[in-house]
């Protein structure tokens, strides 16, 4: 299982480094006069995310998503190893269900001959995104643990921080609901596979399209 784990996130930083510049908003310039979440590529595995007056970077980097908030130049992690999560920021670790063996296309050839594009949906409860993200966290460090999340539960998603941000980010107060730690509650991500050609493998890849509460 560590095996498999370890073998995603590698697939995965593999897949980001051929990711090009994206933009959670449709500006491009951080401005501090703004309020709108904006991103883009500053190396093939860090992504710079500007959240108001709040700049921070996330790396992906095999099994490990970093957050480090460049304003107070502190440096958190969530680590993924065999279906869990587990934080620096709070000191706990999440347990998340993995996908149905069945649901994971194996075959490259299979893949090649008869691909068609599926479409997921999972829950998150605000109470795991809380006590990944702890009780004081921006939009970066949320989306971060959300994709954190996603990855421990088997779905490859190239660029999904930028996509996450940008349907977090038009959800009013989501920051400050998710604060409140509700078990019961939490947001519903709709996702689509499609198949992408990375150094001549062709992988079964997943796109964030949609994220609502739930």
């Not at 958190?76 to 296309?105: A, M, P, Q």
């Amino acid at each position: 299982m560590r095996k498999r784990s370890m073998a995603f996130m590698m697939s995965l930083l593999i897949v980001l480094c051929t990711t090009p510049f994206v933009n959670a908003n449709t500006g491009t310039e951080f401005d501090d006069s703004k309020s709108d979440v904006s991103c883009e590529w500053i190396q093939d595995d860090e992504l710079l995310v500007k959240d108001g007056t709040d700049l921070s970077r996330i790396k992906i980097d095999e099994n490990m998503v970093t957050v480090t908030n460049l304003k107070t130049e502190t440096e958190e992690y969530f680590y993924i190893s065999e279906g869990k999560v587990h934080s620096s920021i709070t000191g706990e670790t999440v347990s998340v269900l993995e996908r149905d063996s069945s649901e994971i296309t194996n075959s490259d050839s299979a893949i090649k001959k008869a691909y068609k594009s599926k479409t997921r949906t999972t829950k998150i409860t605000y109470a795991k995104i809380k006590k990944l993200a702890g009780g004081s966290a921006g939009l970066a460090t949320i989306a971060a643990s959300i994709v954190a999340l996603l990855g421990a539960a088997g779905f490859l998603c190239p660029g999904a921080t930028p996509q996450v941000l940008s349907l977090i980010s038009g959800i009013a107060g989501f920051a400050s609901t998710v604060m409140k730690g509700s078990s019961k509650h939490g947001i519903k991500t709709t996702l689509k596979s499609y198949k992408r050609n990375v150094k001549g493998d062709i992988m079964e890849c997943w796109k964030v399209t949609k994220i609502v509460k739930y």
